[in-house]
């Protein structure tokens, strides 16, 4: 079984500032997919960005981009410019190729920004 | 419809009374997931359909969670006899399919609040 981890409760950036949030996890598989999901305090949960395994370069959303480091197993996320609306709950998130198991979430970051 | 929805947003059930979790997921799309989200912690997968059927159900805690989508749109997550460890978010999720080498986005609903007393 997969399982990610999220060894950051909770960080917080000064707005405008860059911030990264960690996730490792752990797989015997070779082929997946990575998300982010953000979850504002109204809880509906929206996807970031995604990364297919296969791919080597990295994942860019305007200011939201990773750093997959697939022999490391890592997928940390990196928020540029940060702003009040980045504040919320920021969950890892990993798939199966074959995808009939559903996502496998860490227990989340929570980021603060600081205005 | 414009998004996934959940109803009730919001239910507290005496210990022991049966529960009914409605999902309306986005329409067309085949796949329907269903999480529950206990405080604190990330979503944890209960089960999947596509269409009608239930593929896999590996995630339900215990029998008395039981899960259908009989026209292959709606879903209903019931739990039955409720204990105080079922209090957790609800969350439900749907995608375009969920076929080998198809990243499809998984789309959620704003999730169900059950709080059992």
């Known amino acids: 079984a997969q399982t990610v981890t999220q060894s950051q409760p909770e960080m917080s950036v000064q707005e405008a500032e860059t911030v990264t949030l960690s996730c490792t996890y752990d797989?015997?598989?070779?082929?997946?997919?990575l998300f982010w999901y953000k979850q504002p305090p109204s809880r509906q949960m929206i996807l970031v960005i995604r990364?297919?395994?296969?791919?080597?370069q990295n994942a860019t959303e305007n200011r939201f981009s990773v750093n997959f480091q697939k022999a490391a197993k890592s997928f940390s996320l990196k928020i540029s410019d940060s702003q009040l609306g980045d504040a919320a709950m920021y969950f890892c998130?990993?798939?199966?190729?074959?995808?009939?198991?559903?996502?496998?979430f860490g227990k989340g970051t929570h980021l603060i920004i600081q205005p | 419809g414009a998004g996934v929805s959940q109803s009730p947003r919001y239910k507290v059930a005496k210990r022991g009374q049966d529960v009914a979790l409605r999902c309306d997921p986005i329409?067309?799309?085949?796949?329907l997931f269903w999480y529950q989200q206990a405080l604190g912690q990330g979503p944890e997968f209960l089960t999947y359909?596509?269409?009608?059927?239930?593929?896999?159900k590996s995630g339900l805690p215990s029998d008395r969670f039981f899960a259908e989508r009989p026209e292959g749109s709606v879903s209903t997550l019931k739990i039955q006899r409720t204990q105080q460890e079922d209090s957790a978010v609800y969350l439900c999720?749907?995608?375009?399919?969920?076929?080998?080498?198809?990243?499809?986005?998984?789309?959620f609903g704003p999730g169900t609040r059950l709080t059992v007393t």
């Open positions: 998130a990993y798939r199966s190729e074959g995808g009939a198991d559903g996502l496998t």
């Open positions: 990364q297919e395994a296969y791919k080597q």
């Open positions: 999720a749907s995608s375009l399919g969920i076929l080998a080498g198809a990243p499809y986005e998984q789309y």
């Open positions: 359909f596509q269409n009608e059927a239930q593929l896999d």
């Open positions: 329409s067309g799309h085949v796949s």
């Open positions: 797989t015997s598989e070779s082929d997946y997919y």
